[in-house]
């Protein structure tokens, strides 16, 4: 069964300190993960793309990393702000067919002062 | 900003009702995908529209229903709402290439209200 898990569910942190968020799929063959920044209410907006041949990328202070072979990808967010309050959702895609995005359970982070 | 719009972006309706949501795909994306999301769970795929045909549709009943128009927007029309209906509606705007998908843009999303 395709599958998309993340932990934590929940997490709070201190502003500008780190954190690292987790995604383990089944999901086969993929085409993409993907990790999605969602505010509560809107549209996820994505953070990083990456293929079953890539093994990092960043986009600012989110570096995202993948493990084709252990079906796991991790997202890290460095010196957290305010505004990284959000939950974060990793999504895992077939290259084809309509219904193509699997979405993970999301991790809500709450960043405090 | 993904390029991909959606309105109205709040909406309260009462139960029996019908409402027209709408999505703006992003230029030159051909494919838009719709998906309901109740409050604190995951996005779930209503269905796809590909070149103004319906490409594929998920577990939703026929009340749910489509348009994609000749510029690749599209509708989702809900007749008979039901207060489960009330959601966050969002719309995915792709470019499918010989059914190969590429990266999928998320509109705001549209807060239907059913009361």
């Known amino acids: 069964k395709n599958q998309v898990e993340q932990s934590p569910q929940s997490l709070i942190i201190l502003e500008g300190k780190n954190c690292t968020l987790q995604?383990?799929?089944?999901?086969?063959?993929?085409?993409?993960l993907r990790w999605y920044k969602q505010d509560t209410g809107r549209g996820p907006v994505s953070l990083t793309i990456?293929?079953?041949?890539?093994n990092t990328k960043s986009n600012g202070r989110y570096t995202a990393t993948l493990d084709a072979d252990t079906k796991q990808s991790s997202l890290h967010i460095t010196a957290s702000q305010l505004s990284d309050s959000a939950s974060y959702i990793c999504?895992?895609?077939?290259?084809?067919?309509?219904?193509?995005?699997?979405f993970g359970t999301g991790t809500r982070l709450t960043v405090i002062p | 900003e993904t390029g991909v719009t959606q309105s109205p972006t709040h909406l309260i309706k009462t139960r029996g009702q019908q409402v027209t949501l709408r999505c703006s795909s992003q230029?030159?994306?051909?494919?838009v995908s719709w998906y309901q999301q109740a409050l604190g769970q995951g996005p779930q795929f209503i269905f796809q529209?590909?070149?103004?045909?319906?490409?594929g549709r998920g577990n939703f009943p026929p009340r749910f229903s489509g348009l994609q128009f000749p510029n690749y927007s599209s509708e989702l029309n809900v007749n008979a709402l039901e207060l489960d209906d009330s959601a966050l509606y969002l719309c995915?705007?792709?470019?499918?290439?010989?059914?190969?998908?590429?990266?999928?843009?998320f509109g705001q999303g549209t807060r239907l209200t059913v009361v």
């Open positions: 995915a705007s792709s470019l499918k290439i010989d059914f190969l998908n590429t990266e999928a843009f």
């Open positions: 995604c383990n799929y089944t999901v086969s063959p993929f085409s993409n």
């Open positions: 990456m293929t079953f041949s890539e």
């Open positions: 999504v895992v895609s077939f290259q084809t067919g309509a219904n193509n995005l699997f």
């Open positions: 230029s030159g994306h051909n494919t």
């Open positions: 529209y590909y070149r103004e045909e319906e490409n």
